[in-house]
C-alpha cells in the first residue's frame, strides 16, 4: 500500500486489463510449447516411414482399430466446440454452465477410449517404427489433455458454484477454451496421421 495525497492506495490489486493480458501471454507460451512438442511426433512418424529400415515400419499385424480413432476425434472435436460456445456465450451473458460440462466429459471420455483401445490393440511399441510412434504420441497426448481437462474442468466448477452470484466469469476462461481447441485440433491431427496415412 502507498499513500498519496492522504488517502491509502492498494497496489496489490491488478487490473482486470493485466490479468487478460497475462492470460493472452501464458496461452501464446503454452500453445507455442505444445505445438512443438507434438510436431516432434509428426517428425518421428514420417522420417521413421521414410527411411523404413529392414521393413519394419508397420510389419503385418500393425493396425489399429479404426473405430476408436475416430470415436477419439470426434469427442476431442466436440469437447473443444463446446467449451468454445461456452466461452462466447458466458462472453454475451447467456447460459455456459451446461456446455462447459458437456466438454468435460467428452474430453474425459476421449482419455477413457484412449485406455481402451490400448486393451484391445494387437500389437506393443516395440513392434517396429509406427507402434513407437503411436504408442509414445497417442499416451503423452492423454496426460497433457488430462492437464487440459483439469482446467476445462475447473472453469466448469467455478461455473456450478457461481450460479445466480452475478455475472463474474472464471478467470482466464477464453484462453483456456483456445487451449482446449488447439489441443483438440492435435488430437484430430494425430487421427489423421496415424489411423488414415
Request: hydrophobic share 55%; proline share 4%; aromatic share 14%.
Amino acid at each position: 500500500m502507498s499513500e498519496a495525497r492522504g488517502e491509502r492506495i492498494d497496489t496489490s490489486v491488478e487490473s482486470p486489463e493485466l490479468h487478460e493480458r497475462i492470460d493472452r501471454v501464458g496461452f501464446a507460451l503454452i500453445a507455442g510449447a505444445t505445438v512443438m512438442f507434438f510436431l516432434g511426433f509428426v517428425f518421428a512418424y514420417f522420417y521413421l516411414r521414410s527411411l523404413d529400415n529392414n521393413g519394419l515400419w508397420r510389419p503385418a499385424g500393425v493396425e489399429p482399430p479404426g473405430g476408436y480413432g475416430v470415436a477419439i476425434a470426434a469427442a476431442l472435436a466436440l469437447s473443444a466446440a463446446a467449451f468454445l460456445y461456452a466461452a462466447r456465450a458466458a462472453r454475451n451473458g447467456r447460459s455456459w454452465v451446461a456446455a462447459a460440462g458437456v466438454a468435460v466429459a467428452l474430453g474425459l471420455f476421449a482419455c477413457v477410449a484412449q485406455g481402451v483401445e490400448y486393451a484391445h490393440l494387437s500389437f506393443g511399441p516395440e513392434s517396429g517404427g509406427y507402434a513407437s510412434v503411436f504408442f509414445g504420441w497417442t499416451a503423452l497426448y492423454v496426460v497433457v489433455a488430462l492437464l487440459a481437462i483439469y482446467r476445462v474442468e475447473s472453469v466448469f466448477a467455478a461455473g456450478l458454484r457461481g450460479r445466480g452470484k452475478g455475472d463474474e466469469l472464471p478467470e482466464g476462461f477464453a484462453p483456456a477454451a483456445y487451449y482446449w481447441a488447439l489441443l483438440a485440433a492435435i488430437g484430430v491431427l494425430a487421427w489423421v496421421v496415424l489411423y488414415l496415412v
